[in-house]
């Protein structure tokens, strides 16, 4: 459980059940719709593509908070993410693999 205006550290297990290392893109799905834009994200493994070797599995963190004018109207938010893999599409920037622990 969180409170408007406290900050939270939670993390997001994921692995790579392949053979092959894979890039992914985290992209987040927040609900209701409405409470999306009081979700403030100060770091996450999203922000940037995710390589996995094969058989990896990771715990990734999310340092987040909820403004404190969310309505209060609003008494559950659902933070999720979908990994697509972003192989073909790799950036130029160093993969991000600090911070997670390796499970």
Do not use: W
């Not at 969180?2 to 609900?31: C, D, M, W």
């Not at 990896?56 to 659902?78: G, N, Q, R, W």
């Amino acid at each position: 459980m969180i409170h408007p205006g406290e900050r939270k550290l939670v993390y997001f297990y994921a692995q790579n059940n392949s053979a092959q290392g894979i890039t992914v893109q985290a992209i987040p799905s927040i609900t209701p719709d409405e409470s999306a834009k009081y979700l403030k994200k100060t770091q996450c493994f999203c922000f940037t593509q995710q390589y996995f070797a094969p058989g990896e599995k990771a715990d990734m963190p999310v340092y987040f908070y909820l403004e404190p004018s969310l309505p209060k109207s609003i008494k559950e938010v659902t933070l999720s993410y979908t990994l697509f893999d972003a192989t073909a599409y790799l950036k130029k920037q160093k993969h991000y693999t600090q911070g997670r622990i390796e499970v």
